[in-house]
């Protein structure tokens, strides 16, 4: 397997068995087919493709202006093209870049075939998405829950289910075009999910004596969301996702959304449900920040700690972090942060230009008014807040991702956690 980039400097360290992105498992994973001269990496994309029969795009989409950016899988189907003109046998294109409906049909297709003076059939075409999640990125691929193959025609779809023969699990085969919706509709699901947990955090926060946990805790226990298995309640994994927070965030859950709402748009096909789940989400750092100045009386002039950065636990991604809208705004209004995440590097991130971060728990909480968990960190729960809180100017915890809600705290501690009624805990 080659791996291409365009970036020198990540190829280098791909080939010395460096992982370029935090990810468990995945230095091993390229330290092994190093070893086993099973993998290479190259910056050089034609003797890559001639020397293969399958060539995956996965380069970025990324949303500019509200629309996707389709330059570089576009730049990339190109070159491709160019050199399937003198790959001389039959070679797969699989798009698994995620790209809005249609645009393998009515976009990539008609450049590959350009590039390659070959039409479609010729070489074949499939559309091969991605369901990865980010921390669990290597686990996920191993064992995924379903592999979905959209294709042109029977050739290539044989093709790509005899690549993926060893996986157990169902395999799918769509249009290309449901291959590629389907990826922005799992994520809106989730993404649907997030904002109507939020939704009721907020409504619990207005209406006395009910707490979200509580709340939502009795809707997961429904059969459909938490199967009986051997006398034992087992929620299922979507119920990750229908649980209060900060919003959502992170490269993938934000965009897709705002993708698919702008294609939509483009075609005159109204997106109600998800323009209202966008905005939620948009509010939800708003929500937040007013929640802490409430508590604190006035951000002006507080010393806040903000806990998290990162877009989710298990990550040093910032990109689209509810945290950095989060700290923007809480320095809009005033306030003087103090921010600590256990894995994101102090440097580097335009984002955090002129922000202090604190290497240790003590150094961020040392005389501040307040904490506030913007990141579901499992660490948070494991410190010794009676110690830690003395360090503080006042005991005040403010947890935006519930991330403390079953660990045993000092009393002189107040916490507020999210989707509880201000008048309702005394
Ligand atoms: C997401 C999907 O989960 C993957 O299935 C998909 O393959 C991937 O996008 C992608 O399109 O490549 P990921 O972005 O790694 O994966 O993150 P998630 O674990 O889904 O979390 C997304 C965001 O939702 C995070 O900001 C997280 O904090 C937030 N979240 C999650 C909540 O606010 N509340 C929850 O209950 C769960």
Redesign the pocket.
Known sequence: MTLVDVDRERIRRINEGEATLQEPGLQELIRDGLAQDRLRATTELGPAVMGSDVSILSVGTPLRKGRIDLSFVRGAAEEVGRALRTVGRYHVVVVKS?VVPGTTQTVLRPVLEETSGMRAGAFGLCVN?????????VR?FMDPDRIVIGAWDDRCALVLERLYESFSCPKLRTSLAEAELG?YV??AL??T??SF??EIAGLCEGLPDTDVETVMGSVHLDRRLTALHEGLHVPVGIC??????????????PK?VGALRAHARERGIPTRLLDAVAQVNRHRAEIIVRLTGQLLGSLRGRTIAQLGLA???G?D?LR???AITILKRLRSSGADVRVYDPVVPSSGDPALRRVVLASSPEEALEGVDAALIV??WPQFSEWDWGSLSSRMRQPVIIDA?NTLRRTRLPDHILYRPIGRCLGSDG
């Open positions: 995620t998405p991605e369901f990865l999640r980010e921390g669990s990125a996920d990826k799992s994520n989730l993404a999910l997030i947990s939020n990750a996702y229908l649980r209060a927070g900060a919003g959502f965030g992170g490269s993938c859950l897709d877009f989710k636990p990550t991604d689209d972090s509810p990141t579901d991702r």
